[in-house]
């Protein structure tokens, strides 16, 4: 069965440096998102991404973070210098449509652990 | 008030019990209402979403929407051990957004 895969599973950095998460979403995906869950607390939403460019962002995703789709099958978000408050569990997900038939579809991967002392 | 809001738990039941597992929210604009499982160290998977008002069945699961009381549940019938995880409401609303609200999760834990 097709599915989202990120890595690393766990980064540990330090404070003030740079990290960048890999995602690998299903091949014939065309919706891309990051969405963070602090220990102990609910899934925020960060960004989607459709046809090479964000189409959606919250208020999380400042100047600090970026993502890119560097080839035609990563997804990477990066945190250009990480803060103690980014430590979180961080997924990838993907969608094929975002239509009303099936507006909430989404894969989600294992997630990506950050731990930043 | 939080904009959606989930009962933490957890939730502890026997094998073979009706499960019940519940959200409210506070912004009418919801319109797309899903139901996530979460097994601990995995992401979420989809359980059933719908949309508006109304109820959805699929085998044990069913899903039901209040748009009146802005309240959504998940019954989950014959529980089994292999239910237990964290179980998240999450909800979107109708203007082209595509981001997703989630609630806290409810630990639900089915006792073989």
């Known amino acids: 069965e097709p599915e989202v895969t990120q890595t690393p599973s766990h980064q540990v950095t330090q404070m003030g440096q740079e990290v960048i998460l890999r995602c690998v979403p299903i091949s014939n995906h065309l919706y891309f998102y990051w969405y963070r869950q602090i220990l102990g607390q609910k899934v925020e939403f960060l960004v989607s991404?459709?046809?090479?460019?964000?189409?959606?962002k919250s208020e999380i995703f400042d100047d600090q973070f970026s993502v890119e789709r560097p080839d035609g099958s990563n997804f990477t978000l990066k945190i250009r210098s990480t803060k103690l408050e980014d430590s979180a569990m961080y997924f990838c997900?993907?969608?094929?449509?975002?239509?009303?038939?099936?507006?909430?579809?989404?894969?989600f991967g294992e997630g990506s652990r950050l731990t930043v002392l | 008030q939080k904009e959606v809001e989930q009962d933490p738990g957890p939730l502890s039941v026997p094998e073979g019990a009706i499960v019940s597992l519940n959200c409210t929210y506070s912004?009418?604009?919801?319109?797309?209402f899903m139901w996530y499982r979460q097994y601990s160290r995995k992401g979420p998977e989809l359980l059933m979403y719908?949309?508006?008002?109304g109820n959805k069945e699929d085998g044990r699961f069913t899903a039901q929407v209040d748009k009146s009381s802005k309240y959504i549940s998940l019954f989950i019938r014959d529980s089994q051990p292999s239910d237990s995880a964290t179980y998240l409401c999450?909800?979107?609303?109708?203007?082209?957004?595509?981001?997703?609200?989630f609630g806290s999760g409810t630990r639900l834990q089915v006792q073989p």
């Open positions: 991404f459709y046809n090479n460019e964000i189409s959606e």
């Open positions: 912004n009418s604009a919801f319109q797309y």
């Open positions: 999450a909800m979107n609303g109708d203007t082209g957004r595509r981001a997703l609200t």
């Open positions: 719908t949309y508006s008002s």
């Open positions: 997900a993907s969608s094929e449509t975002m239509d009303r038939e099936s507006p909430g579809e989404l894969f």
